[in-house]
């Protein structure tokens, strides 16, 4: 485990938040996805590096999320990523509507915090 690394993926998934945040206040949809899906995807890292795991693609980040959420009994875990998966397409393809990425941010926000807990 390198506490530098992990401290420097929650660094950065709080900065993209915010971002996120902001973007969303702007009518950014696709940058407002683009920012969720970052802000989690390396709090997964994070948990992951904190345990050893290997985290350097999405697979590797899906079965990491699959391990935590069997380690923390949170079966909400996998839906609130497949949330974050959502906005991820919608950055490439646009098709959610605000109310939908508002919604989809708000679940990310709460993974993230879930995930800030376990790095």
Same mark, same amino acid.
């Given at each position: 485990?390198?506490?530098?690394?992990?401290?420097?993926?929650?660094?950065?998934?709080?900065?993209?938040?915010?971002?996120?945040?902001?973007?969303?206040?702007?009518?950014?949809?696709?940058?407002?996805?683009?920012?969720?899906?970052?802000?989690?995807?390396?709090?997964?890292?994070?948990?992951?590096?904190? =345990?050893?795991?290997?985290?350097?693609?999405? =697979?590797?980040?899906?079965?990491?999320?699959?391990?935590?959420?069997?380690?923390?009994?949170?079966?909400?875990?996998?839906?609130?990523?497949?949330?974050?998966?959502?906005?991820?397409?919608?950055?490439?393809?646009?098709?959610?509507?605000?109310?939908?990425?508002?919604?989809?941010?708000?679940?990310?926000?709460?993974?993230?915090?879930?995930?800030?807990?376990?790095?």
């Amino acid at each position: 485990m390198t506490t530098e690394q992990v401290n420097h993926y929650q660094e950065l998934s709080a900065r993209y938040l915010r971002h996120a945040r902001d973007l969303l206040a702007e009518g950014d949809l696709t940058q407002a996805s683009e920012k969720g899906w970052g802000a989690v995807s390396v709090l997964v890292k994070a948990a992951a590096e904190a =345990r050893g795991w290997r985290h350097e693609s999405h =697979r590797h980040l899906w079965q990491a999320v699959g391990r935590l959420e069997d380690e923390t009994n949170d079966e909400q875990m996998r839906e609130q990523f497949g949330l974050a998966g959502e906005l991820h397409t919608n950055y490439y393809e646009g098709w959610l509507d605000e109310e939908t990425v508002t919604r989809y941010l708000a679940a990310v926000e709460q993974l993230a915090d879930k995930l800030n807990d376990l790095a």
